[in-house]
């Protein structure tokens, strides 16, 4: 499938995960400059930012893989904000998944 065909919905959530995964990795990459603790924690979040990032581009190319993968991360990105009170986060990753799991938006991906 070409970008053109991308809704403009997945568009934006295809944004949104772009934005998630520089927030992960940037802060991620300035870790690594810590030794030891600054590798424990900057390792995986880099590794996660990168994962994020080639999520954001499936779900811009219409990728089946990319439906599932952003519902699994976002899923325990919900978890994740949840166990840390932090709201936004839940509101968002709820918008997310209830909105990957339209029926027409799952039919796109398929």
Do not use: C, E, H
């Not at 995964?21 to 590798?39: D, E, Q, R």
């Not at 390792?43 to 996660?48: A, D, G, K, L």
């Not at 325990?76 to 986060?89: D, H, K, S, T």
Request: net charge positive.
């Amino acid at each position: 499938m070409s970008s053109q065909d991308t809704p403009l919905g997945v568009l934006i959530l295809a944004i949104l995960q772009g934005l998630q995964a520089l927030v992960l990795f940037l802060p991620g990459l300035l870790l690594l400059i810590i030794p030891i603790i600054g590798w424990i924690i900057g390792i995986p979040m880099v590794v996660v930012g990168l994962f994020l990032l080639f999520i954001a581009w499936g779900l811009f190319t219409m990728q089946a893989w990319a439906w599932m993968w952003a519902f699994i991360m976002n899923i325990v990105g919900f978890l994740v904000a949840l166990v840390n009170w932090n709201w936004i986060g839940v509101v968002l990753s709820l918008i997310i998944v209830l909105y990957l799991n339209q029926g027409d938006i799952k039919r796109r991906f398929r």
